[in-house]
């Protein structure tokens, strides 16, 4: 079945430095959605991507499909300690199914 | 607007004991899901709903698992006969659209422990 990998578990950056997570699936997705994790919270979705190459832009986070569509990234400028959590990436190949990766934890030091 | 509501918050039950997890969707999401998340790994699907349709089961981890939604609102997901590896939170989601390529909106989640 699709597996969906995410690297790297965990980041620890301090204020203003950037912040990169990559997600890679064994399968073509259909879409790939991203989902931030506050320390006890619950995962709040965050963007959608569909088409193959597509970059969307929210503010400081930059969010890329690949050409194949079997991987995605997702970019932090200049991190805030508000962007604390995990960040998951979650691709749908076909069906109902949602397979989020084990997501990267980042933490941010002032 | 009210968002996704579970209860209990939290659980706690002796091996062998069955339980049951609410979930109150957003008034008017067609597509309800379960999932279940471990402590330091993402959310694993456990069901999807459209309306009162249970229409995937596949991530279901075993016949001690079962989830409805009867009335197409409400879902609940009941464990039989707990057993320790059964401890996670249970996250409740739902989405406006009838199929999951949409944007889904989470509960709080249900901490189960199984002792």
């Known amino acids: 079945g699709q597996q969906v990998m995410q690297i790297p578990q965990y980041q620890h950056v301090q204020e203003g430095e950037d912040f990169t997570t990559y997600c890679n699936s064994s399968t073509t997705l259909s879409n790939i959605q991203w989902y931030k994790q506050r320390p006890g919270g619950h995962p709040v979705f965050l963007i959608q991507l569909v088409k193959s190459g597509e970059v969307k832009k929210q503010k400081r986070l930059t969010f890329q499909f690949g050409e194949a569509k079997k991987n995605s990234s997702l970019h932090i400028t200049a991190t805030q300690t508000t962007d604390v959590g995990t960040y998951f990436c979650?691709?749908?190949?076909?069906?109902?199914?949602?397979?989020f990766g084990k997501g990267t934890s980042l933490l941010v030091t002032p | 607007g009210a968002g996704v509501s579970q209860s209990p918050r939290y659980k706690v039950a002796k091996r062998g004991q069955d339980v049951a997890l609410r979930c109150d969707p957003i008034s008017g999401h067609v597509s309800l899901f379960w999932y279940q998340q471990a402590l330091g790994q993402g959310p694993e699907f456990l069901t999807y709903f459209q309306n009162e349709a249970q229409l995937d089961k596949s991530g279901l981890p075993s016949d001690r698992f079962f989830a409805e939604r009867p009335e197409g609102s409400v879902s609940t997901l009941k464990i039989q006969r707990t057993q320790q590896e059964d401890s996670a939170v249970y996250l409740c989601?739902?989405?406006?659209?009838?199929?999951?390529?949409?944007?889904?909106?989470f509960g709080p989640g249900t901490r189960l422990t199984v002792t």
């Open positions: 989601a739902s989405s406006w659209e009838l199929a999951p390529t949409y944007e889904q909106y």
């Open positions: 979650a691709g749908l190949d076909s069906g109902y199914a949602l397979n």
